[in-house]
Each structure stands twice: as C-alpha cells, then as structure tokens.
C-alpha cells in the first residue's frame, strides 16, 4: 500500500531534511512540504473538496510551523480531517508534551534529530489508522467528509456601527428558519449585544468555557441558550474584562465543538480584533466583512483585509464583502468597494432602511422584523447566496419541520431582490412625476407658441386685405388672430401695425401651467408679416 505523506514544515533546513528521509521509505509518496498552517490547511480543504480518497494517509506537522502553534493547528486538523493520522515532529520528549499532543488527537510524536528508523514506525502506524478509520466512513460517501458537522461564518464590522450584530442575528434566523440546526455565537467580548437584540437574560457566556479542557455535548448544554426560535445562544460576557480570558485556543475548540453538533455556525466578531476573532475568521467557511458606502468605512475595510493577510488568516479573495445601508443616490458603490479592498463583494447589498428595524431593535425583539422587510429580505438572500438556506425538496425528498418563520423564509426565495426593486422604485418614483411634469410643461409652451405663430400669420394677412379696401386694419388684425386661437388660450393680445412695405402682426398668448386655463402669468410672443400691395393710402 502506497502511503501519500503531506509535510508541514516552516524552515527551509528542516523542510530539506525531512523530504530526504520521506524519500528514503518504502511504499511512501512525501508531497512537497507546506510552509505554514493557512497553506496545509487550504491544501487539505482543496483535497477534500474533490474526494476523501484525495487526501494523504500521514500528515507531519513540525513544531515551529507557524503562525498557528502546531498542537492547536493538530487539534482543528483531528477536527476538520478525521480520516487523516497526524503525527507531531518535535525536540521536547517530556511527558506533557506528549499528553498534549495525545489530547489534541496527534497518532504519535517523532523527536528531533530525526532517525529512519522512528519516522517509519510513527508512519506505518499512522497510515494504518487511517486506513482502518477511512474503511469506517466509507470511502463512497464523500459527503461523510464535509468538515467536522457544521458551517461556520465569520462576521466583522470594519469598524464599529456598521450593522454587525443585525447582519449575525438575520443569518441565523434564516438558516434555522429553513429547519437547520443554529448555534450563534457572540465573540465581540467587551460589549457584544446579541443578549440585548433577542432580549435574552442569561448568566452563562463564552467565558464560562474557557477553563474546560474537553468540551462536551453536557457542558456546551449547560453553557448554551436555546432561544424561542430553536436557535442556540452562546453570549458574550457580562463583564467585559472577562474576554481576555478567552484565548485563539480556547475559540477553536469551543467553535470546533459547535459545528461538530450544528448545520450552521454564525459568530459575531464584532469590529475589533483579537486573538480569539483572528482564529474564528481563519477557521471559518465563510468570513463576511461588513461596510456602509462611506469613505471612513471603506478605508477600515481595507485596513482590516491587509490585517488578515499579514497575520495569514484570511486573504483578501476568500473574504466576501457585505455592502450595508446602500442607497442608489450613494457615491461609492459596490464595484468601488470591490476594487478598492480586492475582495468579493456580495451581491445582495443591505439598502439604507433603518426606519424598519428601530422599533424591533428598541424593543430587543429582532425576531420579529416584519418578512416584508427590505432589509430582513436583503439579509435573507445573503443566507441564500452563502449556502445556509436549504431549499424544502418536493416529491420523495426531505421535507424540513416547519418554522414560524417560513413564510418570510418563502417570501425570500419567490422574491429574491423584490424587495430591493420596490425600494429604488418608491425612491425614484417622485423624480420620475417631476421629470414628467417639467416634458408635458415643454410640450405646452411649445404648442401654445405654435398657436401664437400662426394666429399672427393670419392677423397679418386679414390686416394687409382690410389696408387695400381702406377697411378695418385692427379689427381685421383681431378678428382673424382670435379666429385661429382655441378657447383656452382666448384672450391673448393680437395687434398688427404697418412696417414699411409691410404688414407686421404680434400675438402675445398665455401659456398654461400643466392644463390649458390654468395661466400663472408666463407668455410667448409670436409675429409674422405680409407684403402691402396697392396702397390708397
């Protein structure tokens, strides 16, 4: 059996060492090593992603490999990867390491300097056991392997104010109402308000979990609040200073403990970070960063990206960002924000309505946002674009329970950005009525100085007859002039004069406002002339 090796080693000199010793065992296939945490596990999600039978038997981890520590980085490998046997490559044999390396779920520890004869052993062993676990889980059922149970999500503000907490909130309620099972999770530790926005009251935090070594089904029963819509509340403490207390280690194992018992994940990172925020974005399926279309907000989400790239978290092409509080007549808008921080940008944009969520925000009841909702719709179809909503399957298919919020959960996906389109419409709709008044406006004046015109051209030539038979020039002039005029612009000033050779005729009529006899005072002059031929006079 041929045994496919991964190494994880940071140093060059390490990295050389342990590839040529791999290279020296029989029936194994060593990779090229990977440098550092992110790129081990990117490389094993990718592996993952195309087959269980994709990913190596033996994966060796160094202990400098950075910059997650190499027990907690074993620790989330045991728990996204269980077919994989991971060994640890260390100089400290003491004991505690050794315990600490068996808790985290490492197969066996190889010491420093490395000897063959040791590396086989651990290996050998190593692949057996991940021989025997894959035959357990069936090598036919990838989708066994979709991760360690659950969806986690990873939502940031890039500064604060920006609508974290509703975004986290609105999440969760759409994947639970689609019949998911939800743990939603409030790691902004110094002043996160999900309690506050589902008016919860409730003494155990986060913090409380921070101390547990191994965190099972009967503490996380204890540590959790189920709230009336079915979701499970993990908050945070009351006592700010209590954050500190929860470590990048302790996050990982109480998010690893989480999606291992529920479909979806949702945790509120707040906008500040921190060691325990930092893990939860790395560690996450999805990270959203939250941003409103202004320029102070754009330039923190640019700040917060490079962040993440410097401490190798989260690159910028697998952040998705969510534009909140857009409006149409907004300078910056999505493509900008794309362009300026290189990530994604989601398409479903928040619009600015924040009139729909102050009375069930006062009232910390934010379960009950109205499903007609912009806003709620907006969020929704964020769940959607993300993956957390399942679409209920007709005929023999799986059918989830009903939840009370099904029907906004249905009006999401008849709708998809109905809501959105009604929102720019109502917006644009008093621009179109006066864009339409100001045309029928100018097609009034334009006809009315058409009328003027003519009107004038027939006064000038009734005016130019009555001169040849020594009549009545003016009240030729008027009578013809009012003759080619309708009733709503009757009244307009027609008066005719000899110029010279010629028969000038002037009409000064009124032009309505909106509807013909409706005259605000506004006029157009319209004149023509007639040749005065034999002249008694």
């Not at 204890?222 to 470590?247: C, F, I, K, N, Q």
């Amino acid at each position: 059996m041929t045994i496919r090796i991964l190494p994880a080693v940071g140093d060059p000199d390490a990295a050389r060492a342990l590839t040529t010793l791999l290279g020296q065992l029989a029936d194994a296939e060593p990779a090229p090593p990977v440098p550092d945490s992110t790129a081990l596990l990117d490389t094993l999600a990718r592996l993952a992603g195309d087959s269980l039978d994709e990913l190596p038997e033996v994966v060796l981890v160094h202990e400098r490999i950075g910059p997650v520590p190499a027990l907690d980085l074993i620790r989330d490998l045991v728990m996204r990867f269980p077919a994989v046997g991971v060994v640890l490559i260390t100089a400290d044999t003491s004991t505690g390491v050794l315990t600490a390396a068996m808790d985290c779920g490492a197969r066996g520890i190889v010491t420093l300097p490395l000897g063959y004869d040791a590396l086989a052993e651990r290996v050998q062993a190593a692949a057996a056991w991940s021989a025997g676990m894959r035959r357990h889980l069936g090598s036919g059922t990838p989708e066994l392997y979709a991760g360690p149970g659950g969806t986690v999500v990873a939502v940031t503000g890039a500064k604060g104010g920006v609508g974290t907490t509703v975004t986290a909130v609105q999440l969760a309620l759409a994947a639970r109402a689609s019949g998911r099972t939800v743990a939603l999770v409030d790691l902004d530790l110094q002043s996160g308000d999900i309690a506050s926005y589902l008016d919860v009251q409730f003494r155990r935090s986060v913090a409380d979990l921070a101390g547990i070594t191994d965190i099972n089904p009967r503490v996380l029963q204890d540590a959790v609040y189920t709230h009336d819509s079915g979701m499970g509340l993990l908050l945070a403490p009351a006592e700010g200073e209590r954050g500190e207390e929860v470590t990048d280690r302790v996050a990982r194992q109480i998010l690893g403990a989480l999606r291992s018992r529920h479909d979806v994940v949702i945790v509120d990172c707040g906008s500040h970070m921190n060691s325990a925020t930092a893990a939860a974005v790395e560690v996450a399926d999805h990270a959203l960063l939250l941003v409103t279309p202004d320029v102070v907000a754009v330039r923190a989400a640019k700040r917060m990206v490079r962040l993440w790239d410097r401490l190798q978290i989260r690159k910028a092409e697998e952040t998705l960002t969510v534009v909140n509080r857009l409006s149409r007549g907004t300078e910056i808008q999505p493509t900008l924000v794309e362009r300026v921080t290189g990530t994604r940008v989601a398409r479903a944009a928040v619009p600015a309505a924040f009139k729909e969520l102050q009375s069930v925000v006062d009232a910390g009841r934010l379960q009950d946002l109205d499903a007609r909702s912009s806003v709620k719709q907006a969020l929704w179809a964020l769940a959607g674009e993300l993956g957390l909503v399942t679409v209920q399957e007709g005929g023999g298919g799986r059918r989830r329970k009903p939840s009370p919020d099904r029907g906004a959960l249905s009006l999401w996906r008849k709708g998809g950005d109905r809501g959105a389109v009604t929102l720019e419409f109502a917006g644009m709709f008093p621009l179109l009525l006066v864009v339409m008044a100001l045309l029928w406006e100018c097609v009034l004046y334009g006809y009315t100085y058409s009328l003027a015109g003519n009107a004038a051209d027939e006064a000038a030539r009734a005016a130019t007859a009555a001169y040849a038979v020594h009549g009545d020039v003016p009240g030729a002039c008027r009578s013809a002039g009012a003759r080619h005029l309708p009733g709503s612009w009757s009244g307009a000033e027609i008066r005719c004069g000899q110029d010279g050779p010629l028969m000038k005729a002037t009409v000064r009529a009124q032009v309505p406002l909106f509807f013909p006899g409706v005259n605000p005072g506004w006029h157009v002059d319209g004149s023509a002339g007639a040749a005065l031929e034999g002249s008694g006079r």
